[in-house]
């Protein structure tokens, strides 16, 4: 009678286990890609700084020829 409740536990206890072992070493894997990701965010955010930065400059440049030119 006891034998099937006894089979459930170790079931439940051997998937605690595999849990906790597989969380330590699936830990540094999630660590390393939320760095990659921040990474690949700050380069698109200052590239698009840079882009920015060029258009501005671009128009500024041009609006003064133009003032210029008059």
């Keep these: 009678m006891l034998r099937p409740v006894l089979a459930v536990a170790a079931v439940g206890v ?3 286990a595999l849990w906790k072992i597989l969380w330590v070493l699936l830990l540094p894997l999630l660590g390393t890609l939320v760095g ?4 690949v965010v700050k380069a698109f ?3 698009a700084l840079v882009l920015i930065a060029l258009w501005v400059f671009k128009k500024v440049m041009t609006k003064a020829q133009e003032a210029t030119a008059q």
Excluded: P
């Excluded at 990659?36 to 990474?39: E, K, N, P």
């Design 36 to 39: 990659f990701v921040a990474f």
């Design 14 to 16: 051997g998937g605690y």
């Design 45 to 47: 955010f200052i590239l």
